[in-house]
């Protein structure tokens, strides 16, 4: 009897080719997440700086990162970069993030920043919250047998781990607001990945489909949060005809390094999403 692959299965063997490591944002998985990036500093001034935390997505991985930066930071076109060039943050914004960071990673990242800046930081960005639904696990059961048990198995309990992921964000936000006392905290949800008009449908469905469940999870957990400092900027709209197979696309699908993360035009994008929630004064 002939075995008919589940569409996740289908979708797991295509998306091999293109680096399926790239979407658990595990490249850099022998890394501390936990540095602030080079060269970012407030100089004497602490007053009202800007703060981006979180994984691959802040760091700006898919928007030519620094080679020598194991974290994969953009310096130019990280959106935290592209926000402070244009605002008066620009000399004083450090993006502590760090591909392949979890949750768990954020207190490392809390903690390289100056207690003084962190005291008087007004504005916080964060995104956060793949590694921990579980895509690197995904990567490591499913990588070699798209079909096998084990591969079923990591996405079953992806989807079981979904309300414990929620708490863990709750808490995350809840611990930003604390170490962040004078600041708004924005927490970005990630993009669809594809373009309905990309050839390959079931792959665009699967991951846009999973894209969306991990979203509504981070959106419960700013509420669950209880911080009336902390707020969701859902970019899904913004990102509505730019994903992969579009005729514009904002997202990078080339090396594997780059691949399924925003672009240099998707960080734009980023950044102008927080633009209009934040207020932010013009250079």
Avoid: K
């Avoid at 798209?146 to 309990?157: E, Y």
């Amino acid at each position: 009897m002939t075995r008919t692959p589940h569409p996740r299965m289908r979708f797991l063997s295509r998306l091999s080719a293109v680096s399926i490591l790239t979407l658990g944002l595990v490249v850099a998985a022998g890394i501390a997440p936990t540095s602030a990036a080079p060269g970012a500093s407030v100089g004497n001034s602490v007053g009202g700086s800007y703060v981006a935390l979180g994984d691959s997505f802040t760091a700006g991985q898919g928007a030519s990162p620094s080679l020598d930066d194991p974290c994969l930071r953009s310096a130019t076109e990280s959106y935290p970069a592209i926000l402070a060039s244009t605002s008066s943050y620009r000399d004083r914004t450090i993006n502590a993030a760090c591909s392949a960071a979890s949750t768990g990673s954020i207190p490392g990242q809390i903690a390289s920043v100056d207690p003084r800046v962190a005291a008087q930081a007004s504005l916080v960005t964060i995104t956060v919250g793949g590694i921990d639904a579980g895509v690197a696990a995904i990567v490591a059961a499913c990588g070699q047998d798209a079909q096998s048990l084990a591969c079923q198995a990591a996405f079953g309990t992806a989807l079981e781990n979904l309300p414990d992921v929620g708490t863990r964000l709750a808490g995350t936000y809840a611990a930003v607001a604390a170490a962040f006392p004078r600041a708004r905290i924005h927490v970005l949800t990630y993009p669809r990945l594809f373009d309905p008009g990309f050839p390959d449908p079931v792959t665009a469905a699967t991951v846009n489909g999973a894209t969306d469940a991990l979203n509504q999870v981070i959106a419960g957990a700013v509420v669950a949060s209880g911080q009336s400092r902390v707020s969701l900027v859902d970019v899904t709209a913004r990102f509505a005809a730019h994903g992969i197979g579009s005729s514009d696309p904002w997202i990078a699908f080339g090396p594997p390094v780059e691949s399924l993360h925003p672009n240099a035009a998707g960080n734009a994008a980023y950044a102008a999403a927080v633009r209009e929630v934040a207020t932010i004064r013009g250079r």
